[in-house]
């Protein structure tokens, strides 16, 4: 069975603080796809990276910066200099790899609400 | 930008009523999918649906819940006779071949009273 561990149930940071949100997976799938989402106030599910278990590589999006570790099943988000646009619930979630467009049977973890304060 | 659109985008109803929520996925994608959200919980996966049948689905996906694909355009989730813990945002979500990314449409809000 998969799992998502978001541990950080909320946090509140002051804006242009850099935060980090953690996220821990469980899975026996020996291939994979991980997975982060914003969801605003407003409700709706804004997709905002998936990454493959073959690539370890960390990526950067503008203030937006991932980094996957294998070793330690760790997913971590990072914003820099955040902002109060930011504050959102962020999703981590987690899929088998499957062939066509089936991989997107996702299992969520519970979210994290980040607070960016003025 | 192609997107998906769910409607109503609330629906209160009461316990024991019969209720469909509407999705229309991106015109050319192949693969569609219903999740759920209690208030303040979890998204979770309820059913997939691909080539005119369900591919997958999840233990909350029990005999009350129905899927289809009526006109080749709007993709529905059907509850038969809603209860009280049926109350959640309900999102549908379609994916292309090129299967890059999940769509997800802005999600109805079902009430049940």
């Known amino acids: 069975a998969q799992k998502v561990t978001q541990a950080q149930t909320e946090i509140s940071v002051v804006e242009k603080e850099d935060v980090t949100l953690d996220c821990v997976y469980e899975?026996?799938?020996?291939?994979?796809?991980l997975f982060w989402y914003k969801q605003p106030p407003s409700g709706e599910l804004v997709f905002l990276i998936r990454?493959?278990?073959?690539?370890?590589q960390n990526e950067i999006s503008g203030r937006y910066s991932w980094n996957f570790q294998k070793s330690t099943s760790s997913f971590n988000f990072t914003i820099t200099a955040s902002q109060v646009v930011d504050s959102a619930v962020y999703f981590c979630?987690?899929?088998?790899?499957?062939?066509?467009?089936?991989?997107?049977?996702?299992?969520f973890g519970k979210g994290t609400l980040l607070t960016v304060n003025p | 930008e192609p997107e998906v659109t769910q409607t109503p985008s609330h629906q209160v109803t009461q316990m024991g009523q019969e209720v469909i929520l509407r999705c229309v996925p991106i015109?050319?994608?192949?693969?569609f999918y219903w999740y759920r959200q209690i208030l303040g919980q979890k998204v979770e996966f309820l059913v997939s649906?691909?080539?005119?049948?369900?591919?997958?689905k999840s233990e909350i996906f029990d005999d009350q819940f129905s899927v289809e694909r009526p006109d080749g355009s709007n993709f529905t989730l059907k509850i038969r006779s809603t209860k009280l813990e049926d109350s959640a945002m309900y999102f549908c979500?379609?994916?292309?071949?090129?299967?890059?990314?999940?769509?997800f449409g802005q999600g109805t809000r079902l009430t049940v009273v």
């Open positions: 979630a987690l899929s088998e790899a499957r062939s066509g467009g089936s991989n997107y049977k996702l299992t």
């Open positions: 899975t026996r799938d020996t291939t994979y796809y």
């Open positions: 990454r493959n278990s073959f690539d370890e």
């Open positions: 015109s050319n994608h192949l693969y």
């Open positions: 649906f691909y080539n005119n049948e369900i591919s997958e």
């Open positions: 979500a379609s994916v292309g071949s090129g299967n890059t990314e999940a769509f």
